[in-house]
Every structure is written in C-alpha cells, then in structure tokens.
C-alpha cells in the first residue's frame, strides 16, 4: 500500500460547469473559483438568458472584472439555446470564442423558462453546432410533470439521447452533472464524441442528505440527488480514468434567505471548497492518484483546448469552512457551513 500523500500537486484543474449570476453576487463568487481552477465553463441561464455573442463578451468582461488582481483566469463563455436560436447565432458565437452551447429543456431548472421547448425547433442550431465542432452542453431532465422527479434523467436519456446522438453523429456532445447509473452507463458507450461533467456533490452524497435531521435545502439541487447505487455508479465513472467523464461543479450560489425558504432554489454552493471536496470523494475512493486526470486533462482534451501550464497544490490539512460568505448586500451558505473538510488548497 502506498502511504496516503500529504499534498497534491495537480496540473491545474478546470471548472467544465459553473454558474456566477450576475452584479453583486458575480462579485463575491468570481474570486473562490478563480483562486483554484485556470478556466471555467460559464453557465448562461442569467436573466435574460446569454443567447447571443454580443451578451456572452459582455459578460465576460464583467466576470473579467470581478477577478481579483494578479490572479489568471479565463472563463468560458456559452449561449442559452432557445427554439429561436439561428445557424447564424452559432456561427457569430463561435467567431467571437463561445466554446459551448447550453440546451435547459424548458421548465427544467433555476431560469430555464426560456428554454427549448421541443428539441426540433432547435435542429437547425445543432447542424450549425454540427458543422464547426462546437459542444452542446445538456441539461439531461424531462420536464412533464407525470415523470418521478428522480426519473427524470433516466427518461431523457431513453426518450431524447438515443435519437440525438443518431441524428448529429459528429455534434460534440456533454451530459452535464450526471446524477443516475443510467447516465454514467450511456456516457460510456455513446458513439461520437460523448462526455459528462460530474459534481463533488453528487459524489459525496445521496439523496439521503436531504433529509438528514429535517430538511436540509442546501443539499437541494438539479437533477436532485439519488440512490446510493447511483453515487457509487458516479463514483466509479470518476475514477475510472475514462477521459469521457471531468470536473463540473455546478456551483450554483443562491442567497441563504432563498434557499432557506418554503420553495427553496435549487443549486448547491460548493465552489470555495470545490477541490477539497472532490480530493474528499477521490481519496475515499482510493483513487487520489486519479484525480488529475479528472480535474484537469480529460475536459481540455475534449474541448480541444491546452491543458493549463500552472499546478495547484492540495495539502491534507483539515479546514473548518465558514457558516456564510457575504453575497452582494445578503449572504450566502456554502454546501458544507461549519464541517471540517480533510483537505485545502495550499
Ligand atoms: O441545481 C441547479 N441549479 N441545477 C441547475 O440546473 C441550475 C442551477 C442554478 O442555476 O441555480
Ligand atoms: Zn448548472
């Protein structure tokens, strides 16, 4: 047995699946992700959505400028498919540098109204997409309401992945934050090139810690967690060293008064601690030594983009985390308030 390491030097890892929001809010959570990833792939579902190049270099400046001084960054910009999104649109954001388009299935999530409503209307974007390589990232969940909550990814792959996965052979394609064996499972033997972003969350836990002592809405996200055959499944495919599955936090901030709240938001927290929770999830799977690859070879590779040239340093060094963080004029709860995690970024 090697003995377990006391640091962990990485090549520096990237975050494929992210959301900063806006304004004040961009402001105070920009800093927790730039202070441990080199790039980030930015989620568009703000209010209105990104769905034109024009938006997406906006917002890049403004989360350029949300990045503290001296400190290297890139984020990753996307457009938010809708039923009205042209080839034109993806030509345009593919020239300005958009690396990605989103598809939320309308009604699916936290501001996906805009979203597509039938994946027809939205073919001629795809073949655009097709044609210049350019990824779609999926939000894999049915939304018709006589599907179980907990199905709703399974279904999708059944009724939606199948199908376009045959149509656009050549179409980059990601599951984003996959949640189910059943994902991990059609990840794997998809034909063309086929992908998943994972969170720590979904590593970490199960559904159970929902409901541990009451209810706990910080552990409410989208797609909700599952069983605990379904984690060990996404253990698996983590660690597996398949370059098909990379990091995606899905770090999703919503202010503390809306999480805790009668209809709670859904998204987790979990940037300041994103890398400390996965070096968690990988050394209680015995699988630290695969960890770089995860978190920062196989979502480049994909991308096609260079892995980063700088490397970051995990220390085995236990780390209380702070109950809040302040969020523009409210505040705040990371994931994991007040727990003691094993492991902190040098
Ligand atoms: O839990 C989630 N939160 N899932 C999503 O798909 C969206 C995200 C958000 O934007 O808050
Ligand atoms: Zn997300």
Redesign the pocket.
């Known amino acids: 047995m090697t003995p377990t390491p006391e640091t962990l030097s990485l090549i520096q890892p990237d975050d494929w699946h992210l959301?900063v929001r806006d304004g004040d809010a961009l402001t105070s959570v920009v800093p927790a992700t730039a202070g441990q990833f080199g790039r980030a792939v930015i989620?568009p579902?703000l209010r209105p959505p990104v769905t034109t190049a024009e938006a997406a270099l906006a917002y890049r400046d403004r989360i350029m400028a949300a990045v503290p001084e001296g400190v290297r960054f890139e984020p990753l910009m996307t457009l938010y498919l809708t039923d009205r999104t042209r080839a034109e649109d993806i030509a345009r954001a593919k020239d300005a540098g958009v690396v990605a388009v989103k598809l939320?299935p309308a009604g699916?999530?936290?501001?996906?109204d805009a979203g597509v409503t039938d994946l027809r209307h939205a073919r001629p974007a795809l073949e655009a997409m097709q044609r210049v390589g350019m990824p779609l990232l999926m939000?894999g969940e049915v939304t018709d309401a006589e599907v179980d909550v907990f199905d709703r990814e399974a279904v999708f792959i059944e009724r939606h992945l199948h199908t376009l996965r045959g149509d656009f052979p050549a179409l980059p394609m990601v599951l984003?934050?996959i949640t189910t064996a059943e994902a991990a499972q059609w990840v794997a033997q998809a034909p063309g090139p086929t992908a998943a972003t994972i969170t720590a969350h979904h590593l970490l836990y199960n559904r159970g810690a929902l409901f541990v002592g009451g209810l706990r809405p910080h552990w409410?996200?989208?797609?909700v967690l599952k069983r605990e055959r379904h984690r060990q499944a996404l253990v698996a495919a983590a660690t597996s060293g398949n370059p098909r599955y990379f990091l995606g936090t899905?770090s999703?901030?919503?202010p503390a008064h809306l999480k805790e709240h009668a209809a709670a938001?859904?998204?987790?927290y979990t940037a300041p601690q994103a890398m400390a929770l996965y070096a968690q999830a990988f050394e209680d799977a015995g699988a630290l030594h695969r960890l770089e690859g995860f978190a920062s070879c196989h979502g480049p590779d994909f991308y096609g983009l260079p892995r980063n040239a700088a490397t970051l340093t995990l220390v085995r060094q236990a780390q209380q985390v702070p109950e809040s963080y302040p969020l523009g004029a409210h505040h705040i709860k990371p994931l994991v308030a007040g727990q003691t995690l094993r492991w902190r970024v040098a």
């Open positions: 959301h989620m579902n939320y699916a999530t936290t501001h996906s939000h984003e934050h409410y996200c989208l797609p899905d999703a901030p919503h938001c859904a998204g987790c």
